[in-house]
């Protein structure tokens, strides 16, 4: 699986490179540059992040954190997981490697869904550094209200699909 992905993501890297191409050397020398900036800067995060999610799973005491956030947690769990995840500053590297470590150490499916969905649609930091100065305010609020019930709706509905 994780070979065609990698191969459809190439695929799709080549055929953007060709298009750019098309339209000039310019353009592709730039989206080059661009792409070799890009990586070398979020290089040091995701290996900061992937070698941090291992330090975080050996030191989580796995008890702790199927007692608080395992599948026999319930909707506390899901709560906590949920705050959690609204309260997680960083992007994907952080969250992802977050909920992939508590997976690790007990957590619940259920919990770890309401946690990601969480993080992915209302993480209190992305609403202060982003979307309100950016957006207007009623629009920032009404967003995050109508987003309010969607990592609990998403448990829920782990729940009943069972295990994945």
Same mark, same amino acid.
């Given at each position: 699986?994780?070979?065609?992905?990698?191969?459809?993501?190439?695929?799709?890297?080549?055929?953007?490179a060709l298009l750019a191409a098309s339209r000039?050397?310019?353009?592709?020398?730039?989206?080059?540059?661009?792409?070799?900036?890009?990586?070398?800067?979020?290089?040091?995060?995701?290996?900061?992040?992937?070698?941090?999610?291992?330090?975080?799973?050996?030191?989580?005491?796995?008890?702790?954190?199927?007692?608080?956030?395992?599948?026999?947690?319930?909707? !506390?769990?899901?709560?906590?997981?949920?705050?959690?995840?609204?309260? !997680?500053? =960083? =992007?994907?590297?952080?969250?992802?490697?977050? =909920?992939? !470590?508590?997976?690790?150490?007990?957590?619940?499916?259920?919990?770890?869904?309401?946690?990601?969905?969480?993080?992915?649609?209302?993480?209190?930091?992305?609403?202060?550094?982003?979307?309100?100065?950016?957006?207007?305010?009623?629009?920032?609020?009404?967003?995050?209200?109508?987003?309010?019930?969607?990592?609990?709706?998403?448990?829920?509905?782990?729940?009943?699909?069972?295990?994945?």
């Amino acid at each position: 699986m994780t070979l065609a992905i990698n191969i459809l993501l190439w695929l799709a890297v080549a055929a953007l490179a060709l298009l750019a191409a098309s339209r000039g050397r310019v353009l592709l020398n730039d989206g080059l540059r661009n792409g070799a900036t890009e990586f070398i800067l979020l290089l040091p995060r995701i290996s900061i992040g992937v070698v941090g999610s291992g330090y975080i799973a050996d030191v989580l005491p796995n008890a702790l954190v199927a007692q608080w956030f395992g599948p026999e947690s319930g909707f !506390t769990g899901v709560l906590l997981a949920t705050l959690g995840g609204a309260l !997680t500053p =960083g =992007g994907p590297v952080v969250g992802f490697s977050i =909920g992939a !470590t508590a997976l690790k150490s007990g957590a619940g499916a259920p919990q770890v869904i309401a946690y990601s969905t969480a993080w992915a649609l209302y993480a209190i930091h992305r609403l202060v550094i982003w979307e309100m100065p950016l957006m207007p305010a009623r629009i920032v609020w009404l967003r995050a209200a109508v987003s309010l019930p969607l990592p609990f709706i998403a448990a829920v509905l782990a729940m009943m699909l069972g295990r994945p």
